[in-house]
């Protein structure tokens, strides 16, 4: 089981960047895949980015690629989301999720969310 924590939202302008964190506890998170979701009010939640247990592999939502960054560390337990030319409509929680698997398509351990909005 693996316990995970987003950090790094906040308030920013639009065009300008921010770096979410999702810091996971244990010690075999190289063996989990994860990925970054978000909700908007009023909208349903969906995958902005993915990425492999060995970090090979990143898949983006067409609204993010080019904009956003998925890595990670695992030396550090940490994946990172970074984001930048920031826009209104990137405004919502952030959530990462994570599966001991080599690709996540359904996560079975969430985090709890980090808020991040942009103002126009």
């Known amino acids: 089981q693996v316990q995970l924590v987003e950090s790094g939202g906040g308030l920013v302008q639009a065009g300008n960047s921010l770096r979410l964190s999702c810091t996971a506890s244990?010690?075999?998170?190289?063996?989990?895949?994860v990925a970054w979701f978000r909700q908007a009010p009023g909208k349903e939640r969906e995958r902005v980015a993915a990425?492999?247990?060995?970090?090979?592999?990143?898949s983006y939502a067409d609204s993010v690629k080019g904009r956003f960054t998925i890595s990670r560390d695992n030396a550090k337990n940490t994946v990172y989301l970074q984001m930048n030319s920031l826009k209104p409509e990137d405004t919502g929680v952030y959530y990462c999720?994570?599966?001991?698997?080599?690709?996540?398509?359904?996560?079975?351990?969430w985090g709890q969310g980090t808020q991040v909005t942009v103002s126009s």
């Open positions: 999720a994570a599966k001991q698997s080599s690709w996540l398509y359904v996560a079975d351990f």
């Open positions: 244990g010690r075999t998170f190289s063996s989990y895949a």
């Open positions: 990425i492999s247990r060995s970090g090979a592999t990143t």
